[in-house]
């Protein structure tokens, strides 16, 4: 099971890693980039929260609660929906920065998750 402080650490520098793309595109003059980088960055994190703050404690709760997480899985699916029209179809952003950045917190998590054991058996 992933933890909330490994939740918190990889927020925190999926938010970092997303900045300095950003801030260089902007810099750049491709705001177009920029705000690809930073929309990519905020849904990426959408799976990663999601689980960790409704998903996980829902599944382990009543019987009841496959509902919340269908309607959760729902929800996402039509912000993700939404997000994508607005952003992709109506050409505001730079795609392939998006694509790009929609990988920065599943990178984080990763590598985040393998490095844990790593440290945990040093200190051992």
Do not use: C, N
């Amino acid at each position: 099971m992933i933890d909330p402080s490994l939740i918190g650490r990889t927020t925190r520098w999926s938010i970092v890693a997303s900045f300095l793309p950003a801030a260089m595109a902007f810099a750049g003059g491709r705001f177009d980039a920029g705000l690809g980088v930073l929309a990519g960055a905020a849904l990426g994190l959408v799976p990663v929260l999601s689980w960790a703050w409704a998903i996980a404690p829902l599944m382990r709760g009543s019987g009841r609660s496959g509902w919340l997480v269908a309607a959760l899985m729902l929800g996402k699916v039509i912000l993700y929906g939404g997000a994508l029209y607005l952003l992709i179809w109506s050409r505001r952003v730079h795609v392939p920065s998006m694509a790009m950045a929609l990988l920065i917190p599943h990178a984080a998590l990763a590598i985040a998750a393998m490095a844990r054991p790593a440290a945990t058996e040093a200190k051992a």
